[in-house]
């Protein structure tokens, strides 16, 4: 006999059993408020939808959506039916958009009105796509040559009002793509078991309760939100909060309009709140207690406790494949700079290059391997190999460097290989490169990261043109406007007559980053380029 645990370690059954346990004020998503029943209900009319498309068991549904109330049910309502949903950065276009869409198989693919027609210029590639589902009324729906195109408001009563699926907590909920830092973004298959545990023990972490109200404007294309906002809440009985985006000027007055309890915030947005003006929205705070993010300096967490009488919650750290690996419960602080203990459902560990257990204090590679069943990831979608060389030796080899203290307080150092993080978003440098490259002057090209002012990295573009040919930094920047998203957009570029290379002719990246922003760089800073977040 399964206990009440066990029982709950769907999605599915999260949803029902918050159903159950009374009709209540749930999730306000945009501005839209919804029940437990209501939830329910919507995610059955979306199953319904979806299931008239003829959306079975396993297949994928890939989702490019604003967060919406519609972005969480289309989610819940594939995991309802057995499908498997697979959430796409909504500033994906281009190549970065088609990899994902066709290395997923995806069947359907539901979409922003104003985003289809990226979706439409890849269509090409797409061989297993069969219905495109339109949110919105922007336009007139495209052809899309072997696909159908529907409007999902006029789904939403094509199939019977509520449909499910036999699930198990095994059977995959999601296809969540990595950055893909050194190659193309591969994806994570999370199952059922995985999220809702992984949102149990974020919850825990961030002293979520019944009482709790959160607030995030962090995107539900990220696993951050979902775990956090929507698992987490439907498992602890309190209320979340997700805003539309980030908005430093609405920041304060959403906070005190939803009476949030619980803030989660990621990158740029911490220093952001914090470097903000002072305001009377910001005075009226009576409600938010807590911000979990990351990353916060010794000065923000300074400058949060001392100003805004908030405490920063910042000791996780943890990966799309696993989390959280380390945590600290919000009412034990760590030593400065660490982001807590080995999480009780992993054993962690730093090594050297060859997997060996090094001393405390010394600086290797992060691996782990889960105490119980679901704690990670499946493994990478199509990906065997790349599955088997990630898990050697029986460990999950993360990629990041760390160190183990005396006292088994872990502290991340960095990416083993080209880590670029830039606005709150990991990016893939190969798929970057890959971009630029199109460009006919390039001959050559090194994406990597330069320090920013706000905590993260801003990106360099340091390349090679070809012989005879013209081309300014300005037009470079100008030309990758619409072929990468806004977030990749380079702040530097540099232009050189060859790129550092070892012997066997890699570039060599740590120099270029050690070198960042030289004589040379031009800064877009500097001209009138306006980067639109879309």
């Known amino acids: 006999m399964r206990d009440g645990s066990q029982d709950r370690s769907t999605v599915g059954e999260l949803l029902r059993s918050a159903a159950a346990g009374g009709d209540r004020l749930l999730f306000d998503v945009a501005g839209e408020p919804v029940t437990s029943a209501g939830a329910l209900e919507g995610a059955g009319s979306m199953a319904g939808a979806l299931a008239a498309l003829g959306v079975r068991p396993g297949d994928r549904v890939a989702t490019l959506l604003d967060n919406s109330l519609d972005a969480v049910l289309v989610w819940l309502g594939a995991n309802l039916l057995g499908a498997i949903e697979v959430p796409v950065n909504t500033a994906f276009r281009g190549e970065f958009l088609r990899h994902q869409l066709a290395d ?16 439409s210029e890849v269509a090409a590639g797409l061989v297993d796509l069969r219905h495109l589902v339109l949110r919105g009324d922007e336009g007139e729906p495209p052809v899309v040559p072997g696909a159908s195109v529907h409007r999902l408001a006029d789904l939403a009563g094509a199939g019977p009002p509520s449909v499910s699926a036999a699930v198990s907590p095994s059977d995959l909920a999601m296809l969540v793509y990595t950055s893909g830092t050194t190659g193309p973004s591969k994806g994570c298959m999370l199952s059922h078991r995985y999220v809702v ?40 009985g309190g209320r979340a909060a997700i805003d539309t985006r980030f908005s430093v000027s609405r920041f304060w007055g959403e906070v005190n309009r939803t009476e949030a309890t619980i803030a989660s915030l990621i990158g740029a947005m911490i220093p952001l709140v914090a470097q903000a003006p002072e305001s009377a929205e910001e005075r009226a705070n009576r409600t938010l207690r807590f911000v979990f993010g990351a990353p916060f300096t010794p000065a923000l967490i300074d400058t949060y406790r001392d ?33 807590g203990r080995a999480d009780p459902a992993f054993e962690v560990r730093v090594v050297d290059d060859d997997d060996r257990e090094i001393s405390a204090g010394e600086v290797g590679e992060v691996v782990a391997r889960p105490r119980q069943p679901g704690a990670m990831f499946d493994g990478y979608w199509g990906r065997p190999t790349d599955t088997v060389a990630a898990t050697r030796n029986l460990w999950f080899h993360t990629g990041d460097l760390g160190r183990i203290d005396d006292d088994g307080y872990f502290f991340f150092v960095d990416r083993k290989k080209d880590y670029l993080r ?99 760089t031009w800064d877009r800073q500097g001209s009138d380029i306006v980067v639109a977040r879309r």
């Open 104 to 119: 997923a198989g995806a069947a359907v693919v539901v979409t922003e009105a104003a985003l289809v027609g990226r979706v």
């Open 197 to 236: 545990e992984a949102g149990r023990r974020l919850a825990h972490v961030l002293g979520m309760g019944a009482d709790s109200v959160l607030y995030t404007p962090n995107p539900l294309f990220h696993v951050n939100a979902k775990f956090i906002a929507v698992i987490g809440t439907l498992i602890t």
């Open 307 to 339: 100003r805004f009488g908030i405490r920063c919650l910042y000791s996780v750290y943890g990966l799309t494949e696993a989390a959280p690996l380390t945590s600290l419960p919000p009412d034990e602080e760590g030593p400065p700079g660490s982001a």
């Open 422 to 520: 830039c606005r709150g978003e990991n990016i893939s440098s190969f798929e970057l490169e890959r971009a630029f490259m199109a460009h006919p002057a390039v001959a050559e090209v090194a994406v990597h990261a330069v320090p920013s002012a706000l905590g993260e990295d801003d990106l360099k573009v340091t390349a090679v043109l070809r012989a005879g040919v013209g081309l300014t930094e300005d037009e470079l920047v100008r030309w990758c406007l619409d072929k990468v998203p806004y977030f990749a957009v380079p702040r530097y570029v540099e232009f050189r007559p060859e790129l550092p290379k070892n012997p066997v002719q890699r570039v060599l990246k740590y120099q270029l980053r050690a070198e960042g922003v030289t004589p040379s």
